[in-house]
């Protein structure tokens, strides 16, 4: 069933952010000297296509197995990875300075904020917020608070490559949390507050497609970019 009505702060906060990131990657690849707009009619082929995938209702089969919400998850993952270990992604990780590869991520922070807002309504399941068992807040805040280190040339290659390595460990957990919180396996219980549901439904669906792709192919391009870039300090 869909999930319940959510305040203004959760249900513009989740697609205004997606949208944010979108125009935030246009940038980027603008910055990197690729063409403007074939990258936004990408991006927005991409929302377009699964908000409409989540309005047909698809997503929302929970009484098939496997859900389809699962075989979705993996697209989403696999077109982050897709993306990250493309020649796209590797003219990022060579064009973008290092701090704004790693400030970026600092959207983690007022998004956690959204999720913590959207677990207090029974919007979301309380565990994937980090009134539960999602600590990737912070990913957020380190990363606000490293990328003046690298700008400034004060960060070790060591301190950036194991806040990489925290911040894609935090993500995953909160992948293996929202998989585990699905109707199918309902790990943290069945009470419907519990389960994970909301992302099968629009806006909500564009939480993994924006933001949680976002962030795993930030931190391929990241890992890429430290593998060029040798040095002690950065």
């Given at each position: 069933?869909?999930?319940?009505?959510?305040?203004?702060?959760?249900?513009?906060?989740?697609?205004?952010?997606?949208?944010?990131?979108?125009?935030?990657?246009?940038?980027?690849?603008?910055?990197?000297?690729?063409?403007?707009?074939?990258?936004?009619?990408g991006?927005?082929?991409?929302?377009?296509?699964?908000?409409?995938?989540?309005?047909?209702?698809?997503?929302?089969?929970?009484?098939?197995?496997?859900?389809?919400?699962?075989?979705?998850?993996?697209?989403?993952?696999?077109?982050?990875?897709?993306?990250?270990f493309?020649?796209?992604?590797?003219?990022?990780?060579r064009?973008?300075?290092?701090?704004?590869?790693?400030?970026?991520?600092?959207?983690?922070?007022?998004?956690?904020?959204?999720?913590?807002?959207?677990?207090?309504?029974?919007?979301?399941?309380?565990?994937?917020?980090f009134?539960?068992?999602?600590?990737?807040?912070?990913?957020?805040?380190?990363?606000?608070?490293?990328?003046?280190?690298?700008?400034?040339?004060?960060?070790?290659?060591?301190?950036?490559?194991?806040?990489?390595?925290?911040?894609?460990?935090?993500?995953?957990?909160?992948?293996?949390?929202?998989?585990?919180?699905?109707?199918?396996l309902?790990?943290?219980?069945?009470?419907p507050?519990?389960?994970?549901?909301?992302?099968?439904y629009?806006?909500?669906?564009w939480?993994?497609?924006?933001?949680?792709?976002?962030?795993?192919?930030?931190?391929?391009?990241?890992?890429?970019?430290?593998?060029?870039?040798?040095?002690?300090?950065?």
């Amino acid at each position: 069933m869909p999930p319940p009505a959510a305040s203004p702060v959760v249900a513009l906060g989740i697609p205004g952010i997606a949208l944010a990131l979108a125009v935030a990657f246009v940038a980027g690849w603008a910055r990197a000297g690729g063409r403007v707009l074939p990258a936004a009619a990408g991006v927005a082929a991409w929302l377009t296509l699964t908000a409409a995938i989540a309005l047909s209702g698809v997503l929302a089969r929970f009484d098939v197995r496997p859900p389809t919400v699962l075989p979705f998850m993996l697209l989403v993952v696999g077109a982050a990875l897709g993306l990250g270990f493309s020649a796209l992604g590797e003219r990022l990780a060579r064009a973008l300075p290092l701090a704004w590869l790693v400030g970026i991520q600092g959207f983690r922070l007022p998004l956690e904020l959204v999720l913590h807002r959207a677990g207090r309504e029974g919007v979301m399941p309380v565990q994937m917020s980090f009134s539960g068992w999602n600590f990737d807040i912070v990913t957020g805040i380190t990363a606000l608070a490293l990328a003046p280190l690298i700008a400034s040339g004060r960060a070790p290659r060591a301190l950036v490559v194991a806040w990489n390595a925290l911040g894609l460990a935090l993500l995953a957990a909160i992948g293996i949390i929202a998989v585990a919180s699905v109707p199918a396996l309902h790990a943290f219980g069945t009470a419907p507050e519990r389960l994970n549901t909301w992302v099968a439904y629009f806006p909500y669906v564009w939480l993994p497609a924006g933001p949680v792709a976002f962030a795993l192919a930030g931190h391929v391009i990241v890992a890429r970019r430290l593998a060029r870039t040798p040095r002690v300090c950065l």
